[in-house]
């Protein structure tokens, strides 16, 4: 059995320009592009200060005053790679020239109407963009992807996505201000994740809550059923707040087919962000015997490696390999109408039991 992992990546690479250096670009966007041997022309933040750090850790050789001034020694080949929280999207979009090649971070603004505008600015101004959904892209997914494509554990008909970790929010200063945090900027991932398996669900049901020791955060722990009708179950789970050591965090992806199924753990979110060993387990029914529990080697994980995938996707594009980005803003307004949907659901709130 051939199972594939790896992301396809653009013929000739294009050169990249940053427009943010925090936390994620260090942590993955950089690392990613090393591995890749994709080339970073240059970097932008409005902290400049960490725009030359992250240009001195990275070899970049440029660091750029203002957009104008990243604008004026940009190449036209650039894609250029936003990475800043999701209130700042639409104005960074705003300078950037028609025509242009963008990948932005999730989430593709604060919320559905936000995602709305970014949509329309980057058809109107004809930019080939995509957004910055990297799990799609983990080794681990595509070697899921690989396996199920090829049949091997039947149809697919379960999905769930379950993470009880203890997730330091205070590494996103931001976030303190927000009235969405999980399902906006964590769960927004797995509800990216399950569309990419299942499509757009016919409906989404979910309840997201705080906790009492970080009143300074919204919501941090959220359940979220995606509903795909009746013989389909796709459901998330997380709580960020197991602050109890690591003995029993976990953190699993489980795909259930009709004839397998398979177990992914996803080690970079637990012991947060050292991270622990992922894990790619997998079982496939054999008649007359006992199923037998089987474990993949996959090498690379989703951090920083799902980074390459995402933008060698608005590079595939670029070069005219593919229509559009399978990332594509098209697309991916998508997950942002779910997350709207997960936020309106919480709103709602259950039925209530009558006597
Ligand atoms: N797996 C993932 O996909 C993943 C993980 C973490 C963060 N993110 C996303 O990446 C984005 C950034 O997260 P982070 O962890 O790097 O946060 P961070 O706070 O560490 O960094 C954000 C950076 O953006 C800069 N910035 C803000 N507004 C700007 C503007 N208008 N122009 C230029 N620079 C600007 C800030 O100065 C800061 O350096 C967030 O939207 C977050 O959702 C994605």
Excluded at 57 to 74: A, H
Aim: charged residues 20%; proline residues 5%.
């Amino acid at each position: 059995m051939i199972i594939e992992t790896s992301n396809t990546l653009p013929r000739q690479a294009r050169p990249i320009i940053l427009i943010g250096a925090g936390g994620i670009v260090n942590g993955a966007h950089l690392p990613a592009y090393k591995l890749a041997g994709f080339w970073v022309a240059g970097i932008y933040d409005i902290d400049r200060e960490k725009a030359l750090r992250t240009a001195t850790d990275f070899d970049i050789p440029l660091v750029y005053y203002t957009i104008e001034d990243m604008l004026d020694r940009s190449p036209r080949s650039a894609v250029f790679d936003i990475a800043v929280p999701g209130s700042e999207i639409l104005a960074v979009l705003r300078q950037l020239p028609d025509a242009a090649y963008v990948l932005m971070q999730k989430p593709m603004g604060e919320d559905l109407a936000m995602a709305r505008e970014i949509l329309a600015l980057t058809r109107e101004r004809r930019m080939t963009a995509g957004v910055n959904f990297q799990l799609r892209y983990a080794p681990y997914i595509n070697a899921a992807r690989n396996i199920i494509s090829q049949g091997l554990i039947g149809e697919l008909c379960d999905i769930e996505v379950n993470v009880n970790v203890h997730t330091p929010w205070n590494l996103w200063k931001f976030l303190y201000s927000l009235p969405r945090v999980e399902i906006l900027y964590h769960s927004i991932h797995y509800i990216d994740l399950v569309r990419t398996f299942l499509g757009n669900p016919d409906s989404v049901y979910a309840k997201t809550t705080r906790h009492p020791s970080m009143p300074e955060l919204a919501s941090v722990r959220s359940a979220i059923i995606m509903d795909y009708g009746e013989t389909i179950r796709a459901n998330i789970l997380t709580n960020h707040c197991h602050d109890f050591g690591l003995e029993q965090q976990h953190s699993y992806i489980r795909l259930e087919g009709t004839r397998g199924a398979i177990l992914i753990k996803m080690g970079v979110l637990m012991n947060y962000p050292e991270g622990v060993a992922d894990s790619f387990q997998y079982v496939i029914k054999e008649n007359g015997k006992v199923p037998e529990w089987k474990t993949l080697e996959v090498a690379g994980s989703w951090f920083p490696h799902g980074f390459i995938g995402s933008m060698a996707q608005v590079m595939l594009a670029a070069e005219g390999a593919i229509e559009r980005p399978d990332n594509s803003v098209e697309d991916a307004i998508h997950t942002m109408a779910c997350v709207e949907a997960a936020y309106e659901s919480n709103v709602r709130g259950g039925v209530r039991p009558l006597l």
